[in-house]
């Protein structure tokens, strides 16, 4: 065991809720997500469903599995999300001309147009983040860095 396991599993502030991780980034995702919620409400959107919207607005056209890869969503949780994106007006889902197999996702045109409505709310989680943008882009980079890690270390289910 390297020395730095071994002094953590024989500290018993490790088991303290204030130095659990996990804990902490529960705690500020539940934060993070009521910030959201008032910014969200003017466009109509959820938090899970903002996130489908700023994929959309970067990748117009995908199908519903790489839009599912990319918010880390299983198609049963996807679904009934993008159902309540198209009854808005907002996403139309279309069989692959090659493959019908496959369902494309195409923004209309509100859906579109909502993407400038949207442009206030990074600056507002930036401005109640209190910090600076180039902060917000490295704590968001070690994020990336940590899920990836953890992803790694972690066996899949077969």
Do not use: N
């Not at 968001?140 to 899920?147: K, N, Q, Y």
């Amino acid at each position: 065991m390297s020395p730095s396991r071994r002094s953590a599993a024989s500290d018993p502030r490790w088991l303290q809720l204030d130095h659990q991780l996990c804990f902490a980034l529960y705690a500020a995702s539940l934060a993070m997500t009521k910030v959201y919620k008032p910014l969200l409400e003017p466009l109509g959107l959820t938090y899970p469903q903002y996130l489908a919207m700023l994929v959309l607005w970067q990748d117009d056209g995908l199908t519903v599995s790489e839009l599912g890869e990319r918010l880390q969503l299983d198609s049963g949780t996807l679904t009934p999300l993008l159902k309540r994106l198209e009854a808005a007006g907002l996403v139309q889902r279309l069989r692959d001309a090659e493959d019908e197999r496959r369902v494309r996702l195409r923004l209309t045109t509100a859906g579109r147009a909502l993407k400038a409505r949207a442009r206030a709310v990074p600056e507002a989680i930036a401005s109640a983040s209190g910090c600076r943008l180039d902060e917000l882009g490295a704590l968001t980079a070690r994020l990336h860095a940590l899920r990836r890690q953890i992803s790694a270390s972690t066996p899949h289910a077969a």
